[in-house]
């Protein structure tokens, strides 16, 4: 069966022309021309993935965003979007989108990301050292995660992958999918620095290149939501490498 893609943009030519070429990709895709439009599809049809603009009139991409993920759809939702400040991508995050890709795109770029997001929603199959394996990190001292095919607990994280559920200690955690991908694979690897190009392989799909932000926005966000005060950082930064899941 194909992959369905609900796509949500007001500008008739692009989506015209993104509609044309998701369906020769082998998609089956519905297109439709605001965010009114879009929430009755996606409540009727239930699509493999959505790509959303954000600027649309009446209800925009990251209102569509926020209803979505308020009524527990975890649908993949990528967004288009023309603004390209960190505070404008950080929105998106916020109102749990999980990927963006910033206007004038090349369709390349969405069909790259689009087959990383429905990637992921297979079922896990990551190894507990695999994801070191570009890494060049050596594992630092620590207690070993717990890992099996339902749950990974590591530096006083818990994480139900079948429910895709995260806690740290009794406090749950609100985690968009990327987030919940990022965490799960730094958490498998905990002790381990895992370098940008493996991160970035092992949740996207393919590198972003060596300009790119994006996972140090995904990072910034991941730890605001796992921080608590008085309690030690997890995710730590080893400058010129990568990250690091432990507890000091």
């Known amino acids: 069966m194909p992959q369905t893609v609900l796509l949500a943009e007001d500008d008739r030519a692009i989506r015209h022309a993104l509609e044309r070429a998701l369906t020769l990709e082998g998609y089956e895709v519905t297109a439709v021309a605001d965010g009114v439009e879009a929430l009755a599809h996606a409540h009727r049809t239930s699509p493999d993935v959505l790509l959303l603009d954000v600027m649309m009139p009446g209800i925009d991409g990251l209102q ?15 967004m288009l979007t023309a603004l390209v400040e960190t505070a404008d991508r950080i929105a998106g995050l916020d109102a749990g ?54 749950q990974v607990e590591a530096a006083g994280l818990r994480m139900d992958l079948q429910a895709r559920r995260a806690w740290r200690g009794r406090r749950e955690l609100e985690l968009t999918r990327t987030e919940f991908e990022l965490l799960e694979l730094l958490a498998r690897n905990a002790g381990i620095v895992l370098d940008h190009s493996t991160i970035y392989d092992r949740i996207w799909g393919y590198d972003f290149g060596p300009g790119s ?5 995904y990072v910034g966000y991941l730890r605001r939501k796992l921080d608590e005060p008085g309690a030690p950082q997890l995710i730590h930064t080893v400058r010129g490498v990568g990250y690091v899941l432990r507890e000091d």
């Not at 569509?64 to 990528?78: F, K, M, N, S």
């Not at 890709?101 to 929603?121: G, H, N, S, Y």
């Open 97 to 150: 989108a999980d990927d963006y890709v910033v206007k004038p795109f090349d369709v390349e770029e969405v069909f790259a990301r689009l087959r990383a997001l429905l990637r992921r929603t297979l079922p896990v199959t990551t190894g507990g050292g695999s994801g070191g394996g570009g890494g060049g990190g050596a594992a630092e001292p620590g207690r070993e995660p717990q890992v099996s095919d339902r």
């Open 64 to 78: 569509v965003c926020r209803v979505l993920r308020a009524e527990g759809d975890r649908t993949p939702i990528l």
């Open 213 to 217: 932000k994006n996972l140090a926005v």
